[in-house]
């Protein structure tokens, strides 16, 4: 049973085949949801509690989507590629009129598959920022990288094990990742390689302006409260936004700036930010599989906060 007031699944004409429909309220806000053909039926309506479930974890950041009315497109995709085989191939946001989630996937997967696989979480943690110039790419792709894993954390879908291994193995690839770049560098057209650099430097950002967060206010704000009220004022934003100006106005949120003074020791720096003190203040010993928690460690409060084991 699909929890919610509005669904209502049809079939719509729609060019190049049939489409079930689906509108649900999720999370304050109402998704309106497109599975293209073809899936049957009752795997249709697993997957829109799949979206309605992962909706609800975006909810655990700040206690409301970000969008109050997003469309969701599910595609099954035939694509022959080294994805082939994941439950959701690949996934993209884009924002010409309504904020619209595209989510490619493999039908065939079985659904606990889909619950496991990091990529709907990844799209829309996305729409806590608005859509930044190419050249910013590091700071969207880097935020939504670390929402995907502490939101896949408090959710329950990942233990905080893995969360940190997967966060603590990111950083480890975006440090080899064209590391004569500086990030406002990496996303420049033409640079190749530097996928892993944008992917992690950014959460490498966010890591550091949550910890310099909770640290201060003694856990009254963090990354959540902050991107809340970016959401409040600015969100859904139908504008183009460079990373300074986004910056700036997160920092207009504080006593004290934080995420400007990031943005000039980092933005135009080479190499990577130095994570590996950082992640053993935190109490995090990376494993093959899973990283080993330590709860003695200075900031072993903060990243159990950030992880919501404790709340
Ligand atoms: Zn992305």
């Not at 899936?39 to 249709?44: G, L």
């Not at 950014?202 to 206010?217: F, K, N, P, T, V």
């Not at 207009?252 to 000039?264: A, G, H, N």
Request: charged share 25%; hydrophobic share 40%; aromatic share 8%.
């Amino acid at each position: 049973m699909i929890p919610g007031s509005l669904l209502f699944i049809s079939m719509l004409a729609a060019s190049g085949g049939d489409v079930i429909h689906a509108q649900q309220e999720v999370a304050g806000a109402t998704l309106t949801i497109e599975i293209r053909q073809p899936v049957d039926d009752e795997k249709a309506e697993k997957l829109i509690e799949w979206l309605c479930d992962t909706a609800r974890l975006v909810n655990q950041a700040y206690g409301r989507f970000p969008n109050p009315a997003p469309r969701i497109v599910v595609i099954p995709s035939a694509r022959n590629s080294r994805d082939g085989d994941k439950a959701v191939i690949f996934g993209r946001v884009t924002r010409r009129g309504q904020e619209t989630v595209e989510l490619f996937i493999n039908a065939d997967r079985p659904i606990d598959e889909f619950y496991s696989d990091w990529t709907a979480t990844h799209e829309f943690s996305h729409l806590m920022l608005p859509l930044l110039s190419q050249r910013y790419r590091w700071i969207s792709e880097g935020f939504a990288s670390y929402y995907q894993n502490i939101l896949m954390s408090r959710s329950g879908r990942y233990t905080p094990e893995l969360a940190w291994q997967h966060i603590g193995d990111g950083f480890g690839r975006g440090e080899a990742s064209r590391p004569e770049l500086t990030l406002n560098e990496a996303a420049t057209s033409g640079i190749r390689d530097a996928r892993m650099k944008i992917y992690w430097s950014g959460a490498a950002i966010a890591l550091l302006a949550d910890i310099q967060l909770r640290q201060r206010s003694e856990g009254r704000q963090s990354l959540d409260s902050v991107l809340g009220q970016l959401q409040q004022c600015c969100l859904p934003s139908s504008r183009r936004w460079s990373g300074v100006r986004l910056f700036e106005k997160l920092d207009s949120f504080l006593d004290k700036p934080v995420f400007m003074p990031l943005y000039r020791q980092f933005a135009d720096t080479r190499g990577f930010p130095d994570m590996q003190p950082v992640l053993q203040s935190l109490g995090i010993r990376l494993g093959s599989i899973e990283a080993a928690l330590d709860n003695q460690q200075p900031l072993s409060s903060i990243r159990r906060a950030i992880d919501h084991s404790i709340e």
